[in-house]
């Protein structure tokens, strides 16, 4: 079956006609492709949204909500392109289209917004995670896993850990034994702004391996070691805002209780915890393979004729050094692209993987 | 990913089987000087000498190899030790008052390194005792020892004590002899009146058994009496009252005269004739260094000679004014008089001299003089009294060590140059007798390859010692101070020793190498590289100095050449505010025959050079400091590359260094003294009464309160930390940088900051172009060229700790000429080559000449050590003659040793080698290339052990005692050799050395979700299909079925009790 789908173009307000299977409408990736060929806009960021039956402008940007707007074609389907940075959106979500035209308002959406100040929340994939509450499922309750992804933000991690001694339940009666606590949060660094972690929080685990035994030395290069991807698991101060788990329910519909960190918005099941608006950052960045992606910058290894010498080939590094220098500072964005034009291993440039967004398994929220 | 996370409990016995046979953890032998030594004693029947030191640790030497080592619970200081003549036995005596009885015991028949030992003998502590304190009044110190003496018939110890009595404990079950208590008051009783004056006696100093009449003993007191007392009819047979404070006593060997030692610097001999209850002058008092106040004598030996006058042998007596800070021993015969002038303090002193009790003199051979710091023995019998090179105990630190390297297989015809240039060195104090002390026999077979231990030192020498057995002994020394311009320069003021000596009073002598003071501390060696077939040697240190080195077997008077370097590469902004560079020699200087210096690297700035590397088949040399590395071409004489590796933003070192190599100087010297300090710390006579006890609880509790917690900030590394440009590592490899079909030389250099340069180099006559090279142009027109090909940035940042390439095979290449001549199997040059490079967080292999990570394991992240040291080594089986495995070695900064297999990186075994606070000790590991190594366990100690259960030296060594030799029960062949100084270190456990994992009890029920947890186990192998083994694949196997197991287990469990953790 072919349909005619109705292209609006906001960029200059052209109108394209094409047809796409309805059956098989493919991958979002083809298709963003296919718009872009067609509109003769390849090296432009464009936001692709479509009308659905409400008429609300919904936007598509994945493979699921290319095939749900496939699939809510009759027969046409109106799909607006913006230009990524002229996007308003406010736009997006309910009550954009039709706003103007019909008054057909879905009142169960529109509830939240209408009783509170508009919240900008950005689309999903301009955001990245810094953190997230993960194995809510798997953990005691009195645990919380947290996760610190700090590559690619410029914000420190921000807090500092102590020896000290915990008390523990052991068959012989209560024992003491050493611990290792977070002893300060440094005010606007990652790990305060999370709210997951806490001064006097005991750290159980780095990254999936127990602290006990080890020396706060020890525990301090392990976390460094996996600063870019860490995760600690601690038995929290305060115990009264654990995840109540009431059965075992599928990983992703842990509720949140936690109001630490709440500052009067709303609860929202997303799936991560704190968001952090970043440009134009995709979630590849925060790829586990990725935090070991050593940058390696080739020279144009040509044979050197006979006439050149040392200075030359100093001349040339110097060139190299300059280019490879912001690479190696953490400026925004610059260094990912020089990662990603850098990147030998075809998997580093994969989407995240399927495990990925999995292991984020629950979600709590801010 | 479920298989990585128990990976490491796999167990598959033939792998296990192959470990053992590969692996195997000992301490063996303690080369150098013992720390801080406290007591010396001789056992004249054995032939064997004890020296004690203040960290509790006994050992004992004989002829060289014959070594044993015994070490008391406590790290207590070893005050006196006390041979059972002939048995094989010995008393120490500690600081606490407590006596041990030590035994040679011979362990039951083991197997070292395949070949089976028996009759090995050890040290064995046996019995201990310690007097009892006296209840009621009197205070502990009464109780406490001052001498000991053994009778001859070793049957009854005297022990003298600080309140004056003297006790008797019987041997060799250490019961005390209640009855026969000496007190004061005994001897007091039978004392002059005048005499009396109601004054104590105080302690008794000396304790001497007459030499000819058994069950006389002289007892010497502090206040000068002197008792010779019998043993038997329990009265003073005489009475000598001295009238000054006595220090020592010793007898003259017919028993006829005596002599005492006092503390004005005087000594007095007494005539012992029978008939005269009481003594009140001696025949002859002398004061020899007098009329001036002098210090005290604090040890006197009087020794009679067949060739006339006696020889006089004492300790201190200097003038206090003009000498009172010498270290002095005097040596008197006739008119002969020579004072020895130590660099250190006399510890104690003994003759070896005839003992069959036939013979009327002592005819004494030689002097063993134990310092401080070193041993000196003195021929007795050669006129002048030349000191004799000693075989063992060589005084490592006569300047502080500050570098050493190990070369392993010395070439039989560089070895031989070696022993000549050293011969040469000594010259005139060639060895004219044979060493003196040679008891036991040394069991071990000759070593089956040379090997050379270098050190590099503060005052700018490398000293050569043959490190192939178990004494090591200096073989050559070299020093660089000759190549500049130094303030104290030889030539600069001639001077004549013997004109000097004529007039002096007291004749003093320069005696032992012991010397801790550095002319200029700029002169220190750093880094040191020896090619052992070229026989070049490239020596760097503190000053930016780099230098080539040659052997030659002939003098030379030449001009060294020199090159400036500059780092820098007019990075701007940049002052240097440290120390100035060397200023070369303008002048030819002189150099002996042995290592002659070539060229004269400078680098600009002059800091300390952190790395160097040598390739002398293409005539190259790399070098780097904290500001960039360069690469020269010694054969052209000109630098071919110098590259800055400081980051713009390192604010540090656009300031200028200073405080850095300070600061870096001023911790390593903080670190040594600590350990210093730590082992002083038990020197001090402490006296412990309740109110003392009860102050040091009060401080304990006060301190435990007044502890503020550590915190650690957890912050990722950033390219901004200071120090990022240090470069840490260079190395030359030939392979494939290019592409995959070209291989040719190449240099890699890693940094502090975990950056990595490569660079091609263009070698002419190296390479795939050679054939062309040679058609035509004139080779030596042609300059090394090299190109950058690589910069490579680790995201972790950690400090790059080492490089190194291997070849198709996942072998490393061999050296420089090994290939080329033969000596090594030519390394595979057909299949893709790898990189290993060892940073302190990770260890990662990645495949050329398209650097991709190929394998890693992350040591950090999952112990939380930190790699120090990293060694290729090569493991031989002690199963299979032919098969051995090359084996990646890490030493983190908690002191153990983890062994990984390459490519795969996989985890081996792991052992706890050094304390972790020993940070010295870690800083100065080195590898040798067949698993043995060598750290400092103080400033003149290296601690030998070995990682392979097939090269172990160690020594084997057996005694001709008077007693027969049992197995002793306690001696099952698998107790681990005791250490000694400061490496107390809790050994249960390590026979098998593998630490187990414990699984993770928190993230238990695992197998409900797909989903690993976070452990995600990046040191998987990312890409091992082409590396893949059967072994491998069995490995995987048994190690599923061993996680479900676990699974299983953890589930059972789950059922119990959900957690350890209160809520």
Same mark, same amino acid.
């Given at each position: ?30 298709? #963003? ?10 090296? %432009?960021?464009? %936001? ?74 950005? %689309? ?8 997230? &509450? ?12 947290? *996760? ?163 200075? /030359? ?54 | 990913? %479920? ?71 406590? !790290? ?27 035994? /040679? ?47 001859? =018939? ?59 009449? !058994? ?70 008092? !002398? ?86 710091? $070193?041993?000196?023995? &003195? ?12 075989? #063992?105990?060589?005084?490592?630190? =006569? ?63 490398? *000293? ?22 130094? +303030? ?35 002169? @220190? ?31 030379? +008077? ?41 060229? /004269? ?15 002398? $088949? ?7 400091? =904290? ?6 071409? #010694? ?110 030389? !190449?240099?890699?250099? @890693? ?65 420089? #000429? ?237 059922? *119990? ?7």
């Amino acid at each position: 079956f072919f349909k005619n789908i109705h292209k609006k173009n906001q960029l200059n307000f052209e109108f394209r006609r094409f047809s796409v299977d309805r059956v098989k409408p493919g991958k979002f990736e083809e298709f #963003y492709k296919l718009i872009l060929h067609i509109h003769r806009i390849a090296n %432009m960021e464009v %936001m692709i949204g479509y009308a659905d039956v409400h008429g609300d402008l919904l936007p598509i940007n994945n493979d699921d909500n290319f095939c749900k707007a496939v699939s809510t074609a009759h027969p046409l389907l109106r799909i607006f392109i913006q230009r990524q940075e002229e996007v308003d959106y406010a736009n997006f979500g309910t009550n954009t289209i039709t706003r103007k035209k019909k008054a057909v308002v879905a009142l169960r959406n529109n509830d939240v917004n209408r009783k509170r100040p508009h919240i900008r929340i950005g %689309m999903p994939q301009d955001f990245r995670p810094v953190s997230s &509450i993960i194995d809510v499922d798997i953990l005691p309750e009195s645990h919380r896993r947290v *996760r610190l992804y700090r590559h690619g933000s410029d914000k420190p991690l921000g807090f500092y850990i102590r020896d000290g001694t915990s008390v523990r339940v052991t068959p012989h009666g209560l024992e003491k034994v050493p611990g290792i606590f977070i002893s300060r949060l440094v005010p606007g660094g990652l790990a305060e702004s999370t709210g997951l972690l806490a001064v006097n929080d005991e750290v159980l685990e780095v990254n999936g391996i127990e602290v006990t035994g080890k020396s706060l030395d020890q525990v301090t290069d392990m976390m460094i070691a996996n600063s870019h991807n860490l995760i600690v698991t601690v038995k929290p101060v305060n115990q009264r805002n654990n995840v109540v788990r009431s059965s075992r329910i599928s990983g992703s519909s842990g509720q949140s209780s936690d109001s630490s960190g709440s500052t009067g918005y709303p609860s929202l099941s997303v799936a991560s915890g704190g968001l952090v608006p970043s440009g134009a950052h995709g979630y590849q960045d925060d790829l586990e393979s990725d935090e070991d992606a050593d940058i390696v910058i080739e020279s144009s290894l040509k044979r050197p004729s006979q006439r050149s010498n040392a200075s /030359l080939a100093y001349q040339l590094h110097r060139d190299l050094n300059l280019h490879s220098n912001p690479a190696l500072r953490h400026s925004n964005g610059s260094l990912h692209k020089i990662l990603s034009s850098l990147k030998t291993d075809p998997r580093h440039s994969l989407a995240l993987p399927r495990g990925g967004v999995e292991e984020d398994g629950t979600v709590i929220t801010l | 990913m %479920m298989k990585f996370r128990f990976r490491r409990q796999g167990t598959d016995p033939q792998r296990e089987k192959i470990k053992q046979e590969l692996f195997a953890f000992n301490k063996t032998v303690e080369h150098g000087f013992p720390h801080q030594p406290s007591a010396l004693a001789f056992d004249p029947k054995l032939q064997l000498m004890a020296i004690g030191t203040k960290s509790g640790a006994i050992k004992i030497y004989g002829a060289p190899g014959v070594e044993f080592t015994g070490l008391h619970k406590d !790290t207590t200081a070893v005050t006196q030790i006390h041979f059972l003549p002939g048995q094989g036995h010995l008393l120490s005596l500690l600081d606490d008052c407590t006596i041990h009885l030590w035994e /040679l015991a011979a362990g039951s028949p083991r197997e070292v390194g395949g070949v089976k030992k028996e009759g090995v003998i050890s040290l064995q502590e046996v019995d201990n005792c310690s007097l009892p304190g006296r209840p009621g009044i009197e205070s502990c110190s009464a109780t406490r020892v001052t001498v000991l003496l053994l009778l001859k =018939s070793c049957e009854l110890l005297c022990i003298g004590t600080e309140g004056g009595g003297v006790y008797f404990l019987e041997l060799p079950h250490l019961l005390l002899k209640e009855s026969q208590i000496l007190l004061q008051d005994q001897v007091t009783q039978s004392l002059p009146d005048n005499y009396r004056c109601g004054k104590s006696l105080g302690p008794v100093e000396s304790l001497q058994e007459h030499p000819q009449q !058994t069950g006389k003993i002289l007892i010497g007191y502090s206040r000068g009496l002197v008792v010779l007392w019998d043993l038997s009819s329990h009265h003073a047979d005489q009475l000598f009252l001295g009238k000054q404070q006595l220090e020592s006593l010793t007898w003259e060997r017919s028993g006829n005269l005596f002599v005492s030692s006092h503390n004005d610097g005087g000594y007095s001999v007494w005539a012992v004739t029978s008939g005269n209850i009481c003594n009140h002058q001696p025949v002859s008092s !002398t004061i020899p260094y007098g009329p001036f106040p002098c210090k005290a004598i604090n040890k006197i030996l009087w020794k009679t000679t067949q060739t006339g006058s006696p020889v006089l042998l004492y300790s201190g007596g200097m003038p206090r004014a003009s000498y009172g800070d010498r270290h002095c021993l005097t040596i008197q015969q006739d008119k002969e008089h020579v004072t020895l002038d130590f660099t250190s303090r006399v510890i104690d002193f003994f003759t070896v001299h005839s003992i069959e009790q036939e013979k009327e003199f002592d005819d004494p051979s030689a002097l063993v003089v134990l310092l401080e710091e $070193e041993l000196v023995v &003195i021929d007795l019998q050669t006129p002048g009294w030349p000191s004799l090179p000693t075989p #063992y105990l060589a005084p490592l630190h =006569s300047s502080a060590i500050t570098c050493s390297c190990h070369i392993s297989s010395v070439p039989s015809k560089l070895w031989e140059r070696l022993i000549n240039a050293g011969k040469a060195q000594q010259g005139r104090q060639q060895m004219h007798r044979s060493w003196p002390i040679c008891g036991g026999k040394n069991l071990a077979p000759p070593p089956k390859q040379q090997e050379l231990l270098l050190t590099g030192h503060e005052d700018g020498t490398v *000293r050569f010692w043959d490190a192939s057995g178990v004494a090591l002994t200096p073989v050559y020394k070299l020093s660089t101070a000759n190549v500049f311009h130094t +303030d104290c320069d030889p030539s600069d003021d001639p001077q004549d020793p013997d004109m000097q000596q004529e007039e002096e009073w007291p004749p003093f002598r320069k005696v032992g190498c012991f010397d801790p003071y550095s002319d200029d501390p700029r002169l @220190g060696i750093q880094k040191i590289s020896l090619c052992k077939y070229s026989n070049k040697l490239v020596v760097a240190g503190t000053a930016g100095q780099v230098i080539v080195l040659g052997l030659s077997d002939e003098h030379s +008077d030449h001009l060294v050449d020199m090159s400036v370097v500059d780092l820098l590469q007019d990075r701007e902004g940049f002052t240097w505010k440290g120390h100035d560079k060397l200023e070369p020699r303008l002048k030819p200087a002189p150099f002996p025959p042995g290592f002659q210096p070539l060229v /004269l690297v400078q680098c600009l700035p002059p800091a300390s050079v952190t790395a160097v590397a040598l390739h002398a $088949e293409w005539n190259l040399i790399s070098f780097g400091t =904290s500001h960039g590395f360069g690469l020269f071409d #010694y054969h052209r004489r000109n630098a071919v590359l110098a590259r800055c590796t400081l980051h713009p933003n390192d604010s540090l070192a656009m300031e200028g260094p200073l405080s850095r190599v300070k600061s870096l100087k001023k911790s390593l010297r903080q670190s040594f003294r600590r350990i210093r300090k730590s082992r002083v710390s038990g020197k001090k006579r402490t006296i412990s009464t309740p109110t003392s006890k009860v102050q040091e609880a009060n401080a304990a509790l006060a301190e435990q309160e007044e502890v503020a917690p550590v915190q650690r900030r957890i912050e990722p590394r950033s390219a901004d930390d200071s120090l990022s440009g240090v470069v840490r590592c260079l190395c030359f490899a030939d392979t494939f940088l290019r592409d995959g079909t070209h291989h040719g030389p !190449t240099l890699w250099a @890693g940094t502090n900051s975990g950056s990595v340069y490569t660079y091609a180099l263009e070698v002419p006559g190296v390479g795939s172009r050679r054939v062309c090279e040679r058609g035509g142009t004139n080779e030596s027109s042609v300059c090394v060229e090299a190109v950058l090909g690589k910069e490579i940035q680790l995201m972790h940042r950690a400090p790059v700790v080492s490089i190194c390439v291997l070849d198709g095979r996942g072998k490393p290449l061999p050296d420089p #000429y090994e290939a080329s001549q033969d000596l090594a199997i030519t390394p595979d040059m057909t299949n893709a080559h790898s990189v290993l490079i060892a940073s302190e967080e990770q260890l990662k292999v990645f495949s050329l000449p398209k650097v991709s990570a190929k394998t890693k394991f992350k040591l950090t992240a999952h112990e939380g050590c930190r790699v120090r040291k990293v060694a290729l080594v090569v493991f031989s089986s002690t199963a299979q003659e032919d098969y051995s495995e090359h084996t990646l070695v890490c030493l983190t900064n908690l002191g153990d040793m983890h062994l990984f297999n390459i490519p795969g990186l996989r985890p081996q075994v792991r052992y706890d080698c050094i304390r972790k606070e020993d940070i010295s000790g870690i800083a100065s590991c080195v590898f040798t290339k067949n698993g043995q190594g060598f750290y400092l366990i103080s400033p003149s100690e290296y601690e030998r052990f070995s990682l392979s259960a097939k090269v172990l030296t160690e020594p084997l060594c057996s005694v001709q005692l008077d007693r027969p030799l049992e197995p002793s029960p306690a001696s099952d062949g698998t107790m681990t050799q005791p250490q000694a100084n400061g490496t107390h270190k809790n050994q249960m456990g390590q026979a098998e050395g593998q630490t187990e994992e414990v699984p993770s009890t928190l993230s238990s029920p695992i197998l409900d979700t797909p989903l690993d947890s976070p452990l995600s186990c990046a040191d998987l192998s990312l890409d091992s299909t082409g590396e893949l083994t059967v072994e491998d694949v069995r490995d995987f196997l048994t190690t599923v079925d061993e996680a479900e197991n676990n699974l299983k287990n953890i589930k059972e469990e789950e059922g *119990r009790s959900p957690g350890i953790l209160i809520n």
